[in-house]
Structure formats: structure tokens, C-alpha cells
């Protein structure tokens, strides 16, 4: 879809529709809405006054204008009521009211950015109606031919000085969208197309193209590094793992702060030995969406440029049941050297992870981030809305909160107290892989904290929004890129 900007009047543009956000209530007609309602001789207030279109949040109507504009349809969404209006509204309405335009057959169309406000909404609507847009069908071969686009988008603004802001708008709504994006096709493809080399060849061409400095380890250099905790969960799949290094602001990284991103890319997590359900499983080539979170956000920084060091870590691997397959009781030695006993292969993440963890202390980083599909328990403590964050410094945890809110990607902190470490201790190595079944996501973080020494770090679990989230306009069925335009405000945000 194009989207671009243009100085005129909405009365002479020649396009498929006109959009327009009407408030709900009385008297809520803006000063635009007020002389669309005046060209269209008062087709808008009739229609509110018959109580047949109230503003009411994401209802959508749209008006034929039989000539008395030049565009053949004004089409009107709700906004909710104006004291109550905000950044996740924009995104919500523009996503819905591009989809009912997109059905409608509308190729074409125009928004109006109103004289009279401070706060344009570009990027948010941009936002919206892109990840409203978003499908997911490049392996159907049938219905093709009725797939409806929606082709251009144009911001009108009446006010030549307004079109390099509305311009910036637009490509930080590209940027942004872009990689979260890039993020739901990754985590959307099955594992039969995106395996953690396929995965490592596509950080691989992002990084060629957004000018990322990027290394890979393959099973070879995996065993020089000693990344022991890695190497036992890929050994039961016949795919090799890969640990993704990627790296931007590279060349200047001792004079910038360092921030190092981290995301589980489990291909497919059968659940190893301990085998998981049928059910269970239907949904796990989505255990990589961390990784396409760090991928996606990547992509954006390459783009952004911001003033700091980042690096991002994926941690690439198949967790598959064979006779290679590592047993529970084996234990491993992660790549700090401490020792793992496995009880459950079915708690990979925090495996792979101890490993891109402990590697993460090389880079000398201000912050670590993890991104990881780690716990079903997270599900059942938060939901499919939520993800849980914990982290060992406060400031962090808090800044991410912050950005969490801006982009409503909700996160809710769960404690790190010293009392869920009693569950962890083994016998026989320096700490086991699963607890007693209590605290579950707690658990999953106590795990990781011990493996994040020596930096300041946040883990984000990402099991309940990393897929098939409800409810929200502009998050379809499947991958959702999760996390993407956290990372990206968070870095946006950072002095
Ligand atoms: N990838 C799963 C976590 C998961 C499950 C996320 C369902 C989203 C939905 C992870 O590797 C896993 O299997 N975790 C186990 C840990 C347990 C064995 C301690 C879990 O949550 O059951
Ligand atoms: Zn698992
Ligand atoms: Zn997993």
C-alpha cells in the first residue's frame, strides 16, 4: 500500500472515499466534521440526529455523495467520546475502518488531518490500519482472485507547512509496522518452512540490507563456544541450531550505551522426550516469536538509526524427541559453566536462553532484554492481553513499563524474590531446569536471573501474546509481533 500526503481540499479530491473520525455524543461535530456535514448538506447531523450513527468507538457508516464532493463516498468511523480519545483508539478505529473500506471494494483513500489540532495522529493511524490489513496468506492457492486491497492512503492537510511532519509521521509508521510486520510472518510460517538456518538466513538479509554488522554460529563454532545448554536441546533434531549476532552502531560502540535484545527462537518445541500433547503442540512453531520480536525491532533500529549500541541475540534451535535426543537427568554445561540438571526437555527456553544469557556479559551491556515464549503458566496468571516482566533492576523494568504503555503492549511485573529459588536446586548439578510446578512463569525467571549476572536485565514472557491474541482491531488471528513497537519506543525513549 502506498501512503503519501498531499496539500488540497477534501471537497475537489478525486478518490474512493474520504475517511472521517466523528466523536460520539451531542453537539461533537469538529470544525472538519462540521464542513464535510456543510458540503454534504447536513447528511451527517440528520444521520445523528435519526440515532442511526452515534460516534460510537469503531462503528462504521459510510455516505454516498451523489456528486456534492468529488469523491463518491464519505465514510464516517466513531471515535468514542473526545475526552476519553487516545493514542491505542487511533489504532483501534483505523484499523476497522480501513478493513470495512478494504470490503467494501475501496482502493483509494483519503484522510483529512484536521487545521486545528497539535497532536497529529499519522503514525498511529498509519499503524492501524497496516497491522489492520495484515493477513497471512501466502501459502493458499485458492480465493485468491477475491482478495480485496486496499491500495493507496492519502493524508490531505489544507496547510503546505504541515506536509514534513505528516511525511515523518508516515515513514515512522512505515518503519515501526515494517518490522512488526517482518515479526508475524516469521512466527505465522510453519516449521516445515522456517527452520532456525532459514531463521538465521533471514536476520542474515535484514542485516545486509539495514547495514547490521551479523554473525552466526553454526554446531561446529556452537561446540568451540561451549554453548552446552543450546547444543543438548537442538541434538535430538536432525536441523542444526544457529546463534544470530546482530549488531547495530557497532563502530561506535565503547562511546554508546549498549543495549543487548534476546529472543528464544525455538522453531518447534515438540516438547523433546517429555513429549507434549497433541493439542499442545498445534501451536508451537509460534515458540521463535522472541526471536521475531528481536528480528523485527532490529530491522527498525537498522532504519531509526538511534544513538546507542544494539545488539540482538537470537538463540535459534528445533526441540525434537529422538534417539539423539537429550534425556531428562542428563546434564549439561551452559556457556558460563555452570551445570543444568534437565528434569523436563519440555523447558527448552530457558536452556537456549542460559546460553544467549551468559554469551549477552561480552558485549559489556547497560541493559539486557529477553524475549521468549517461555511459560504456558504465563497463559493462566495473564492472559492472552498481558505478558509478565521481571527483571533484576527496577529503573529498567520500569522504562520498559512506560514504553509498554505507549504502544499498549501490556506487560504486568511479576517479583523475583530469593524464595523461588529453593525450587531450582539440585542435587546432582548447580541448578535444575524446572521447579515444583508452583509460580510457574516466576520459575522460568528465577531460571533465567541466574544465568543474567552481571548487568542489568528484564525478562518479558511472551507465551500468552505471542499468538492468537482477542480482541484487539488491529492484531489478527496467529503471530502477533508482540513486543516490536515496545522495543522500538523503549529505544526511541531512551535519553
Ligand atoms: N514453549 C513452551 C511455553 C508455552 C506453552 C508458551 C504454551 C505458550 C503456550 C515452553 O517451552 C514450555 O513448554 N514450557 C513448559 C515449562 C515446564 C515444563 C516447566 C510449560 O510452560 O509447561
Ligand atoms: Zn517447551
Ligand atoms: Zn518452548
Keep these: 500500500m502506498k501512503i503519501n500526503v498531499k496539500v488540497g481540499d477534501f471537497r475537489q479530491e478525486e478518490t474512493d472515499a474520504i475517511a472521517l473520525g466523528i466523536y460520539e455524543g451531542e453537539d461533537s461535530l469538529t470544525p472538519l466534521a462540521e464542513s464535510v456535514d456543510q458540503a454534504l448538506g447536513g447528511a451527517i447531523s440528520n444521520l445523528m440526529g435519526l440515532g442511526d450513527f452515534e460516534g460510537k468507538l469503531k462503528q462504521v457508516v459510510t455516505l454516498y455523495t451523489n456528486g456534492k464532493v468529488s469523491s463518491p463516498r464519505i465514510s464516517l468511523v466513531g471515535c468514542g467520546k473526545a475526552e476519553d480519545f487516545n493514542q491505542e483508539n487511533i489504532r483501534q478505529v483505523s484499523a476497522k475502518h480501513a478493513q470495512s ?16 489540532i497539535s497532536d497529529l495522529p499519522v503514525q498511529a493511524i498509519v499503524e492501524g490500519v497496516k497491522l489492520g490489513l495484515y493477513t497471512f496468506d501466502q501459502h493458499k492457492t485458492e480465493g485468491r482472485n477475491e482478495i480485496k486491497e486496499l491500495e493507496e492512503l492519502t493524508f490531505l492537510t489544507a496547510n503546505e507547512s ?6 515523518q509521521g508516515i515513514e515512522l509508521g512505515n518503519t515501526i509496522t515494517d518490522g512488526v510486520i517482518l515479526a508475524r510472518d516469521l512466527t505465522n510460517q510453519p516449521a516445515n518452512y522456517l527452520t532456525p538456518t532459514i531463521l538465521a538466513e533471514t ?114 534451535s528445533e526441540n525434537m524427541p529422538s534417539g539423539t535426543a537429550q534425556r531428562p537427568g542428563d546434564i549439561v554445561t551452559s556457556y558460563g559453566g ?15 536462553l542460559a546460553d544467549a544469557l551468559g554469551y549477552a556479559k561480552n558485549f559489556k551491556p547497560e541493559a539486557v532484554i529477553d524475549f521468549a515464549t517461555l511459560t504456558g503458566a504465563v497463559v493462566t496468571s495473564l492472559g492472552r492481553s ?48 524446572t521447579g515444583d510446578g508452583t509460580a510457574g512463569a516466576i520459575v522460568g525467571g528465577t531460571f533465567l536471573k541466574k544465568f543474567a ?39 526511541r525513549d531512551w535519553h
Excluded at 475501496?106 to 483529512?112: A, E, G, L, Q, R
Excluded at 504541515?162 to 511525511?167: D, Q, Y
Excluded at 536485565?457 to 496467529?478: C, E, N, P, Q, V
Design 101 to 116: 473500506l478494504r470490503n467494501l471494494g475501496v482502493k483509494k483513500i483519503i484522510v483529512p488531518i484536521p487545521d486545528d
Design 162 to 167: 504541515r506536509t514534513s511532519v505528516i511525511k
Design 203 to 316: 536476520a542474515q538479509s535484514v542485516a545486509k540490507e539495514k547495514n547490521l554488522r551479523c554473525e552466526i554460529f553454526d554446531s561446529v563454532k556452537l561446540q568451540e563456544e561451549k554453548f552446552g545448554a543450546m547444543l543438548g536441546v537442538s541434538q535430538g533434531s536432525l536441523e542444526e541450531p544457529r546463534f544470530v549476532i546482530l549488531e547495530y552502531g557497532f563502530e561506535e560502540a565503547n562511546e554508546k550505551d549498549t543495549l543487548v535484545l534476546v529472543g528464544k527462537g525455538i522453531t518447534f518445541d515438540s516438547g523433546g522426550l517429555s513429549l507434549k500433547s497433541g493439542s499442545g503442540m498445534e501451536t508451537m512453531k509460534d515458540d521463535m516469536a522472541g526471536a521475531a520480536t528481536v528480528l523485527g525491532a532490529m530491522q527498525a533500529i537498522g532504519e531509526l538509526k538511534p544513538d546507542l549500541h544494539v545488539v540482538g541475540l537470537i538463540a535459534a
Design 338 to 352: 555452570k551445570t543444568i540438571e534437565i528434569l523436563n526437555t519440555d523447558a527448552e527456553g530457558r536452556l537456549v
Design 386 to 433: 498481558t505478558a509478565g516482566i521481571m527483571g533484576t533492576d527496577q529503573k529498567l523494568v520500569d522504562r520498559i513499563i512506560s514504553a509498554a504503555e505507549k504502544t499498549h503492549e501490556r506487560v504486568w511485573q511479576l517479583p523475583l524474590w530469593d524464595d523461588y529459588e529453593e525450587a531450582l536446586k539440585s542435587e546432582v548439578a548447580d541448578v535444575k531446569n
Design 453 to 491: 549476572e552481571g548487568y542489568s536485565w528484564t525478562h518479558i514472557d511472551i507465551g500468552g501474546t505471542a499468538f492468537d491474541i482477542k480482541g484487539s482491531s488491529y492484531i489478527s488471528k496467529g503471530g502477533s509481533g508482540y513486543g516490536v513497537r515496545l522495543l522500538i519506543q523503549l529505544v
